[in-house]
Structures are given as C-alpha cells and as structure tokens.
C-alpha cells in the first residue's frame, strides 16, 4: 500500500500531540538517525521504572543478557562461577568496559548499583540473596539458599549498572551506562536521544545516532512506518500489519512470543471467590472468534496461560480451555445465579455487575473488551469497560479497586519465566498477576523450582504449576501473542529480539 500522503501525516500526529518528524531526503545513509516508535513511556531515570527503555535502547546494561531462547549470555560479566554448594556465585567483569562518564567499570560500582536495586521495591529484594560485594575485583553475589535462575533476574531491566555519579544519595540524576550508545538528550516521558559511545570496549556500532519516541496511539505508529518517519516501530496493531506488508519500503515481523493476554480477576470479591464463577466467565469467553476476527491470527487462541513457544511451561495434556454456554450457566445457577431483569443474572438482590479495565497502550485490547462485553451478557453478565491509563491496573490493585483488568503480561521480562511467575503468584501476588488468591501448593512448587537443577524434576515442577493455574484460573487466559514489528528497509542486519530485552540496532547497518 503507497504511504500517506505528506499532508495526511502530520495531522496524525498532531491528533496525538506529537511532533511531525520529515525524513531529511538529502542526509547520507551512515549519517542518518535510526528511529524507534513504540507506545512505552519513559517514566523516569530509575531502572526499576524505565529500564526497560535505556536497556533497549542499549544504553544501560545488564551483569548478564540472553538468547533467544532465554539462555544466559555475557554482557557485563564475561564469565561467571558457582560455588560447589550453589550458594556463591562469582562473576568477572568485562575488560575495558567504561561508563558514560569515562570512569571504568569496577567490580565495587556494579555491587552497589545492585545492592541499591536489591534494596528498592523491586525484582532483586524478592530473591534469597544474602549478600552482594566485590571480592578481589569480581562481584560476588551469596544466597541463602541454591537459586538457580539468578542468572535470569541480572539480565532483567531493574538490575541495569549505573555508575556511581548517576546517584545523588539513592536517587538516579543522570543516566550513566555502559552501553554502545550514550544518551545526549532525554526529555520525558516521550523522547530520548543517544549516540555512538566513542570508547565503547565492544565493535563500533555502524548505526551513529539513535532517537526513541513513544506514540500511544498505534495508528499513529503504523502510519510513522508508512511514511518513512522511523526505522523501527514496535506493537503495531494487528488490522495495520496486513497494511504495511504491501509497503515495498517496510519490512514486517511477526513472530510469537512468550506472551499472553488474559484477565485478572480481583478474587477476594464476592463475584469471583468461587473457582466455579472463574470457569464459568472463561468458558463465555469466544476465543477462537477473537482472535481470527480481531487479532487476525487463529493460532494465537489460548487453550492454556502459556503459549507453545514456552514449550518448558506448555503442558499438551491439559484439557484446552473453550467456549461452552450451557456449562457456564449451569455452574452460575449452582451459585446460585438466576436471572433477572433484563436478562441479568442477581444474586440476593445483587446483580453480577463488575468493571474491568483496559488500556489502549495495546491497541487491540480495547476491542477484546468491547466484544467480551457481549460475550459475558449472553449468560446474564453485565461488564463495563473502562479504558485507563495502564498505570491504574497495578494501582487498582494496591489500594483493592481493582475488580478486573484486561492486559497483556509478558513473561519474558526475566528471561527465565519463574522471575514472573514469583512476581505474580507468590503469597501477596503481584500488580500483574493474582489478586486476592494464593495457593500453597502453587507456592511450594515455585519455591522448589528455584532450588533444584536435576532437568527431569524441574520440568515435573513447571507442568505442576501451569496444571495449578489452569484448574484455578486466578486469571483467565484470552489469547497468545504476535510480536509485530516494521522495520525499514533502509536498515540491514537487525534480528528481531523475541524477549523484547533489546532493539539491537548496535548490530545492525544501512542497507546499500
């Protein structure tokens, strides 16, 4: 499909209060920005918040990266050791590595910018680590107890090293990395800017100069694409995919990944304590209808929480999850459910009435409520939508608003998913996770899974805890996820990340 015309785009943009950005037609390719649009904010300076940008961006780095498949690979550490107890873990810095400021990596600084993160809100303070040091120009990092995927919580955005002069006491003034790029202008919550680090110790990137801009609205990020005003645009929105694959000059990815849309429920509410009342509004749910009208993909229907491309979580043998109105109602009924005015379901007088909001951050969640609405009131259920800033999801949750929420969760953040799974499901769940619903059983499972290394048992463990939340359902999954990215075809040599942990471009080149 051509682009828009020139006239057509900067009203786009100005429709979502961003600057119209013309793509200078006389700049020489290695001259040239390479630009990256997504829908995520720039919160702040602080990893815990906004990491996941400078990581990306590959201007803060992490102890450790990974694959593909979620293995551990070095970044900041080249190497690393375990102690024959599995206690100690010993890791060696890369030589020659210098933050933004000019000053050497040293193994004190990477210590302290982890124990700061250790002792904030964050990831690292829910693990059983003991003590985090330099020891003979190495960080040594003890636990209390074996926990082998600490690997995968140092490669997670809140664990970035900041050198030390980013600090002003505990709090973050300046984002001061290590990465390929160096960022030489930051204007929150929308754009950042970086370039080339000089004294980089790794391969010069051949990309000199790099901007990142958050767009909410994804038409506005595929038109962006269309019209040659970025190199890279995340999070399109599925009726834009078909588009953009007849543009001659984008290049579109679409591959899944360990993501999954689903509900999260507020379980401590009357509405949904019984686990019957969580099988019957899973069961009203039209999968298979969504997701080939809306998300244009069938295959990402989800018959379980944990996509195929999580094959070390994905259980085949669960009975897949599916639409069955007469079970929905009958388990309604049993709760003593009938119907009342207008078709819906009362209860003691009450009505089975709840709120659930969603954000349009995901363009395509919107449009799952709205047909879920429909869906849920063919068996008496009156849901209202609200469409929220995605903030008021973990909020709603803290202060016990919250009665239902449609998002997406990625379980890929920590590239070993039981980093999610100890954030969402633990004793207190978690903003993205469970609300109001705990399981022992689930718990000594997770807590297990971070102490053994024998591969048959952990794998015995992880089908135990996704066959726990498949029977009870503390959220309810909707769909799996396609990452879909555009690329431009001005740039060469770009993999696309399927963790999402970097946009890589420090590898990639201008074509021609």
């Known amino acids: 499909m051509p682009s828009a015309p020139l006239s ?12 119209f950005l013309p793509r200078p037609a006389a700049a020489q390719p ?13 919160n702040g300076l602080d990893p815990a918040r906004s990491g996941y940008v400078f990581t990306r961006m590959q201007v803060l780095e992490t102890l450790v990266g990974a694959d593909d498949g979620g293995l551990p690979v070095p970044q900041l550490a080249r190497a690393w050791t375990l102690s024959e107890d599995r206690l100690t873990w010993r890791f060696a810095l890369r030589e020659g590595a210098r933050f933004h400021d000019g000053t050497p990596v040293m193994a004190v600084a990477v210590a302290a910018a982890l124990e700061r993160a250790r002792g904030q809100s964050g990831l690292l303070g829910t693990l059983p680590v003991e003590r985090i040091a330099a020891d003979d120009g190495v960080v040594l990092v003890r636990t209390s107890r074996p926990f082998a995927p600490l690997l995968a919580f140092l490669a997670h955005y809140s664990a970035g090293i900041l ?58 990020r595929a038109a962006m694409a269309e019209g040659g005003q970025a190199e890279l645009v995340a999070q399109l929105a599925p009726e834009t995919v078909e588009r953009l694959r007849r543009n001659p000059r984008v290049a579109v990815d679409v591959r899944a990944i360990p993501r999954t849309r689903l509900i999260k429920l507020n379980c401590a509410s009357p509405l949904f304590r019984d686990v019957r009342a969580r099988h019957a509004l899973s069961l009203a749910l039209d999968r298979q209808g969504m997701a080939a009208a809306l998300l244009r993909s069938p295959a990402s229907t989800a018959t379980q929480l944990f996509p195929p491309a999580m094959a070390e979580w994905h259980v085949p043998a669960l009975p897949p999850l599916r639409r069955d109105l007469p079970e929905a109602r009958r388990l309604l009924a049993e709760l003593g459910w009938q119907p009342g005015p207008e078709g819906i379901l009362h209860r003691e007088g009450r009505p089975f009435a709840f709120t659930l909001r969603t954000f349009s951050d995901r363009p395509e969640l ?59 499901y633990g004793p207190e769940g978690g903003d993205w996770g469970a609300m109001g619903w705990s399981s022992p059983a689930l718990n000594g499972v997770l807590e297990r899974l971070g102490a053994v290394a024998d591969p048959a048992e952990r794998a015995a463990l992880r089908g135990r805890a996704s066959a726990i939340l498949h029977e009870e359902l503390p959220v309810i999954p909707v769909s799996w996820f396609d990452l879909a990215t555009a690329v431009s075809r001005r740039v060469a040599g770009l993999a696309v990340d399927p963790l999402e942990l970097s946009f890589r471009i420090a590898g990639a080149r201008w074509a021609g």
């Not at 290695?30 to 720039?42: G, N, W, Y």
């Open 8 to 19: 057509r785009r900067p009203l786009l943009l100005a429709a979502a209060g961003l600057p």
């Open 30 to 42: 290695a001259a040239d920005l390479f630009r990256v649009v997504t829908s995520q904010e720039i």
């Open 163 to 220: 050198a030390p002069a980013a600090f002003e006491g505990q709090a973050v003034r300046e984002m001061i990395g290590s990465g390929p790029y160096k960022v030489s202008r930051l204007l929150p919550p929308q754009r950042l800017e970086a370039a080339r680090w000089e004294r980089w110790d790794g391969p010069a990137p051949a990309i000199g100069r790099v901007s990142y801009l958050a767009a909410g609205r994804g038409e506005t």
């Open 366 to 424: 919107p449009g799952l409520a709205t047909a879920m609405q429909a869906q849920l009131r063919e068996v008496g259920i009156d849901m209202a939508v609200a469409v929220v800033n995605s903030g008021e999801i973990p909020a709603g949750h803290r202060d016990g608003t919250l009665e239902a929420a449609l998002m997406a969760r990625n379980f890929s953040l920590v590239p070993d998913p039981l980093g999610t799974m100890l954030q969402d």
